[in-house]
């Protein structure tokens, strides 16, 4: 009988939180109970508040859980395979529906600042050294968007033939390369400069201009051709 009036007071919880959702929103919400809410969709049968305190407590934010990698979640007791993909996909769909949005919104890569901001978007959340080939058009409007890369934190490589193929079959106009160093300065490194010098060098030979190289630290952003690394 006592087990059957807990399993009753839990459902009416967990129909008391939706409710709220549904009426107000998440503003009324503290961060734990957002994390509360998104668990009810993975652990169906259990508490989750004492799991959300605990996420909390662990990363500190609500940001540091939803952007926490699949495989380090899983670390943490009673997160489960399902439950860590749930909180990582959140975060994930969050960032490009973003991207998405400011794509809608015609960003124009010419404005340094839209560029900058647009790359900084990109790399939001990501815990490996990743690259992206940005091709754009006359007006500066992106075309395509390819991941050239996804390595480890510390290296990361582009390959030239693929690079141009890709800005040849969106008849680029120009592209812009931006590649992060998470977890450290944006400050390009020697073998950043010469990948850089090797890749416009090649696209000269296409006729497709190298617009910049951005690169995304942990904390700052820098723009390989304001500190005059390209021609």
């Known amino acids: 009988m006592k087990q059957k009036e807990a399993e009753n007071c839990h459902k009416g919880h967990r129909e008391h939180v939706?409710?709220?959702?549904?009426?107000?929103?998440?503003?009324?919400f503290a961060p734990h109970e957002i994390l509360e809410l998104l668990l009810f969709y993975s652990i169906p049968q259990r508490d989750t508040n004492p799991l959300a305190h605990k996420l909390m407590e662990t990363y500190g934010s609500l940001f540091?859980?939803?952007?926490?990698?699949?495989?380090?979640?899983?670390?943490?007791?009673?997160?489960?395979?399902?439950?860590?993909?749930?909180?990582?996909?959140?975060?994930?769909?969050?960032?490009?529906?973003?991207?998405?949005?400011?794509?809608?919104?015609?960003?124009?890569?010419?404005?340094q600042e839209s560029a900058q901001q647009y790359c900084k978007e990109l790399f939001c959340g990501q815990h490996n050294e990743a690259a992206y080939e940005l091709c754009l058009n006359q007006r500066g409007n992106l075309l395509t968007c390819n991941c050239m890369a996804n390595g480890n934190i510390r290296s990361v490589s582009m390959d030239i033939r693929t690079l141009i193929k890709?800005?040849?079959?969106?008849?680029?106009?120009?592209?812009?390369?931006?590649?992060?160093?998470?977890?450290?300065?944006?400050?390009?490194?020697?073998?950043?400069?010469?990948?850089t010098r090797h890749i416009e060098d090649?696209?000269?030979?296409?006729?497709?201009?190298?617009?910049?190289?951005?690169v995304v630290g942990e904390n700052e952003i820098v723009s390989m051709r304001e500190m005059g690394y390209l021609k």
Not at 18 to 28: K, M, N
Request: charged letters at 20%; glycine letters at 8%.
């Open 18 to 28: 939706r409710h709220r959702f549904v009426t107000s929103g998440l503003e009324a």
């Open 166 to 195: 890709n800005a040849v079959l969106s008849h680029a106009d120009s592209i812009l390369l931006t590649h992060n160093h998470p977890g450290g300065d944006a400050m390009p490194s020697p073998e950043d400069r010469d990948a």
């Open 64 to 111: 540091g859980v939803l952007s926490a990698p699949v495989e380090d979640l899983m670390t943490i007791d009673g997160v489960g395979e399902r439950t860590a993909v749930l909180l990582s996909l959140i975060f994930q769909v969050g960032r490009w529906i973003r991207l998405e949005q400011m794509n809608g919104a015609g960003v124009n890569f010419l404005c």
């Open 202 to 214: 090649a696209l000269d030979r296409v006729n497709i201009r190298l617009r910049d190289h951005i």
